[in-house]
C-alpha cells in the first residue's frame, strides 16, 4: 500500500496537493497538525481496491496502513489515531476472512466504501475539534451562525471553509452574507408577470398556500388590467371546498372561475381563453411522494399552451423535505417558486438553502392571509438578513462548541455535491 504524505500551511492547501496528487477519490488516513503545518497520510483509490485480491496481498496492503496510524497514535494522536486504526484493522479482518470470488467482488468493494465513509467522517470531526475551533475561531463563528440560521451543515461548511483569511467574526458573516445574497436568483420586477402576461399554474404540496397566493398574483393581474383580461382555473376536484374557496376569490375580484378534471378539459378551457392576458391556474394540492404528482406536471405540459409552473415552497417545513417537493415538481423545468408562510417560520435559512442550490428563481414570498396585501416581491438582502434575524428564535436548538464535529462529521461526503460548486464566492 503506497501511503503518501502531504504538508502545507492550511487544511485547503493540503486537500488541494492531495486531489492533485491522488486524484479526488484519494482515501485519507491521518490529518493532524505537525509543527504548525497541516499533515495529511493518504493513498489512491486503486490501492484500496487492490484490498480485494488474495488474503495474503491484502494481509501485505493493510500492515503499512496500520503501521502508519499506529505510530500517529504512539506520537500523540492519541483516540483519534487509535479510532481510524481500529476501524481498518477491523476492516482488514473481515476481508482477510474472505476468499472472494468473482460474484463476491461487489459485496467486497461495498464494504470497502462503507470503510472509507466511515474514516472520512471520523476525519471531519477531527479536523473540526477542539484544536480547528481555537486556530479558526472566525470559522466556528459562521459555521455556528448558518446552521441556527436553519442552512444545512454542508453549505454551511463549505463556506465557513472559504471565508478570507484574517476576517473578522462580524467581517466573515458579513462575507457569508453577501454570497448567499449574490446567489439567490429573484425576479427583477413584476413587469415578468404581470405585464408579459401568459399561462402560469401554482404547483406544490397539500397546505403550502396556493389558492391564496393564486387569488394574491389575481387580485394583482386584476388592478393592473382590470378583470376581464384575467382567467382563473382550477384542477382541485378533490379537496372539500377547493373549488368554492377560489370561486369566491373570483367573484370578489369580479373573475370567471373556470373547473378542469383532466388534461383534455385543460386543454378546451385554454383554449377558448387564449385571448386573456393571464390564466391562472391553481392546482390540486399533493404529496411530493404521491405518484400522481409526475401526471400532473405530464398534464400541464401536455395542453399545446406554454404553462410556466410555479413551485409554493412552505418556509416551514425542513430543507430535506422542501429538497424532495423541488425533486419531484421539477418535471421538464419549473418557471419559478414562491415562498410561503414566511410569518409561520421559526427559520428560514433552510428555505433559502434549497432554492440556492436547486438553482430555482424566487418569484414573491407570501407572509399571511391577506389579499392581496402579504405578497411581495422578493428581496434578497432582505431575505438573508432576516433569515440570520430569526435564529434568535431558535437559541434552544442551537449549536454548542463541543457539537460541531459532531455535526460537520457527516457532510465528508456531500461536500462533493455539484450544486454547492457552482455556488458565486467572488
Known amino acids: 500500500m503506497n501511503v503518501k504524505?502531504?504538508?502545507?500551511?492550511?487544511?485547503?492547501?493540503?486537500?488541494?496537493?492531495?486531489?492533485?496528487?491522488?486524484?479526488?477519490?484519494?482515501?485519507?488516513?491521518?490529518?493532524?497538525?505537525?509543527?504548525?503545518?497541516?499533515?495529511?497520510?493518504?493513498?489512491?483509490?486503486?490501492?484500496?481496491?487492490?484490498?480485494?485480491?488474495?488474503?495474503?496481498?491484502?494481509?501485505?496492503?493493510?500492515?503499512?496502513?496500520?503501521?502508519?496510524?499506529?505510530?500517529?497514535?504512539?506520537?500523540?494522536?492519541?483516540?483519534?489515531?487509535?479510532?481510524?486504526?481500529?476501524?481498518?484493522?477491523?476492516?482488514?479482518?473481515?476481508?482477510?476472512?474472505?476468499?472472494?470470488?468473482?460474484?463476491?467482488?461487489?459485496?467486497?468493494?461495498?464494504?470497502?466504501?462503507s470503510m472509507r465513509g466511515m474514516l472520512e467522517e471520523q476525519l471531519a470531526e477531527i479536523a473540526w475539534g477542539g484544536a480547528e475551533q481555537k486556530r479558526n475561531p472566525v470559522k466556528s463563528s459562521v459555521l455556528k451562525e448558518m446552521l441556527a440560521a436553519g442552512f444545512s451543515a454542508t453549505l454551511a461548511r463549505y463556506l465557513a471553509e472559504k471565508v478570507p483569511a484574517g476576517t473578522t467574526p462580524d467581517g466573515g458573516l458579513n462575507w457569508i452574507k453577501s454570497v448567499l445574497a449574490r446567489n439567490l436568483t429573484i425576479m427583477d420586477n413584476e413587469s415578468e408577470i404581470l405585464e408579459k402576461g401568459g399561462v402560469y399554474a401554482l404547483v406544490g404540496p397539500t397546505g403550502v398556500g396556493k389558492t391564496t397566493t393564486t387569488a394574491k398574483l389575481a387580485a394583482r393581474c386584476v388592478m393592473r388590467h382590470g378583470p376581464g383580461k384575467l382567467a382563473l382555473i382550477t384542477t382541485d376536484g378533490y379537496r372539500i371546498g377547493g373549488y368554492e374557496q377560489l370561486r369566491i376569490y373570483g367573484k370578489i375580484l369580479g373573475v370567471m372561475v373556470h373547473s378542469v378534471k383532466d388534461e383534455a378539459d385543460?386543454?378546451?378551457?385554454?383554449?377558448?381563453?387564449?385571448?386573456?392576458?393571464?390564466v391562472l391556474i391553481d392546482t390540486?394540492?399533493?404529496?411530493?411522494?404521491?405518484?400522481?404528482?409526475?401526471?400532473?406536471?405530464?398534464?400541464?405540459?401536455?395542453?399545446?399552451?406554454?404553462?410556466?409552473?410555479?413551485?409554493?415552497?412552505?418556509?416551514?417545513?425542513?430543507?430535506?423535505?422542501?429538497?424532495?417537493?423541488?425533486?419531484?415538481?421539477?418535471?421538464?423545468?419549473?418557471?419559478?417558486?414562491?415562498?410561503?408562510?414566511?410569518?409561520?417560520?421559526?427559520?428560514?435559512?433552510?428555505?433559502?438553502?434549497?432554492?440556492?442550490r436547486q438553482k430555482l428563481n424566487l418569484y414573491y414570498v407570501a407572509n399571511g392571509q391577506r389579499v392581496p396585501e402579504d405578497l411581495h416581491i422578493a428581496n434578497q438582502q432582505y431575505l438573508v438578513d432576516r433569515a440570520f434575524k430569526l435564529k434568535r428564535e431558535s437559541a434552544p436548538f442551537q449549536y454548542q462548541d463541543d457539537e460541531l464535529p459532531l455535526v460537520v462529521a457527516n457532510t465528508a461526503r456531500a461536500m462533493n455535491d455539484n450544486n454547492l460548486h457552482g455556488v458565486l464566492l467572488g
Open 284 to 356: 390540486v394540492g399533493m404529496s411530493q411522494r404521491d405518484k400522481m404528482v409526475a401526471e400532473q406536471v405530464a398534464m400541464l405540459s401536455g395542453t399545446g399552451t406554454k404553462v410556466k409552473r410555479l413551485l409554493c415552497l412552505a418556509a416551514t417545513s425542513t430543507g430535506e423535505t422542501l429538497n424532495e417537493v423541488v425533486r419531484s415538481y421539477r418535471g421538464d423545468g419549473l418557471a419559478g417558486c414562491i415562498m410561503t408562510k414566511l410569518d409561520e417560520a421559526a427559520t428560514i435559512g433552510s428555505t433559502l438553502d434549497v432554492v440556492i
Open 266 to 278: 385543460l386543454r378546451i378551457a385554454l383554449d377558448e381563453l387564449k385571448s386573456k392576458h393571464t
Open 5 to 113: 504524505k502531504f504538508s502545507a500551511n492550511t487544511s485547503r492547501e493540503a486537500w488541494r496537493m492531495v486531489r492533485e496528487a491522488l486524484g479526488p477519490d484519494a482515501v485519507i488516513l491521518s490529518n493532524r497538525t505537525v509543527n504548525g503545518a497541516v499533515e495529511i497520510l493518504a493513498l489512491a483509490s486503486e490501492d484500496m481496491y487492490s484490498m480485494s485480491t488474495p488474503s495474503q496481498e491484502k494481509e501485505n496492503l493493510s500492515e503499512p496502513a496500520l503501521a502508519v496510524l499506529n505510530a500517529n497514535s504512539r506520537r500523540g494522536d492519541s483516540d483519534q489515531a487509535a479510532g481510524l486504526a481500529s476501524t481498518l484493522e477491523a476492516a482488514r479482518q473481515q476481508l482477510q476472512a474472505r476468499q472472494p470470488a468473482a460474484g463476491e467482488l461487489t459485496d467486497v468493494m461495498s464494504e470497502i466504501r
